[in-house]
């Protein structure tokens, strides 16, 4: 079982263990305080296969790490907190007062807006990837990480009738930018888009 593999096998709570006891608790913005939040603000919310929500976050951390070889406690929290802004009551003002603005920036510019009227959402979300190029590096890893969670949890949703669009906006939209940002990434979306089409 390879490493990314072996993450699909933890639950929240050993995904969290893991990803601080490789980080540890001293760093700034603190990343274990990051994994507190992802824990306790999803705390209840389920993904739409059934399964505890606060693990995306905890995988798209773990990803970046372990993966793509981030290091820098912002992009890490970036991941951990990146469905905050969409998914809880949390305010972009709670995020900078504890981890900073570059974190509560990186946050923002994840945060997918609701579609607009008269715009499909395949349309919305490759004009989302095409805002991205002007994000920087960092945003585009953590989208990558966060994308490469989803396609990997994909097969798992029964009758999800977007998935023939979620793969062609995730080649059309995605892979470029994480071709340019992050090689370990993209080979790894790559092969999982390969796996979805087989």
């Not at 951390?61 to 009551?89: F, N, P, Y």
């Not at 570059?102 to 945060?111: A, C, E, F, P």
Request: proline share 4%; charged share 25%; aromatic share 6%.
């Amino acid at each position: 079982m390879s490493q990314l593999e072996e993450l699909y096998s933890l639950d929240s709570t050993a995904l969290a263990e893991r990803l601080i006891a490789s980080v540890g608790t001293g760093t700034w913005p603190p990343v274990h305080t990051a994994v507190e939040w992802a824990l306790q603000r999803h705390a209840g919310q389920k993904r739409r296969d059934g399964s505890d929500f606060a693990a995306h976050p905890l995988r798209v951390a773990l990803i970046l790490h372990e993966l793509a070889s981030q290091t820098h406690a912002d992009v890490l929290c970036a991941g951990l907190l990146h469905d905050l802004l969409e998914d809880t009551d949390t305010s972009e003002d709670d995020i900078m007062e504890v981890f900073g603005t570059k974190v509560s920036d990186m946050v923002r510019s994840l945060t997918m807006q609701p579609v607009p009227e008269g715009k499909t959402k395949l349309q919305h979300n490759l004009a989302h990837f095409e805002s991205l190029r002007w994000e920087g590096r960092d945003v585009q890893i953590v989208r990558s990480a966060d994308r490469l969670d989803n396609l990997r949890t994909l097969s798992s949703i029964p009758e999800y009738a977007r998935r023939d669009e979620y793969v062609q906006e995730t080649e059309e939209g995605l892979v470029p930018l994480t071709l340019a940002t992050n090689t370990a990434l993209y080979h790894a979306i790559l092969k999982a888009l390969e796996e979805l089409k087989s």
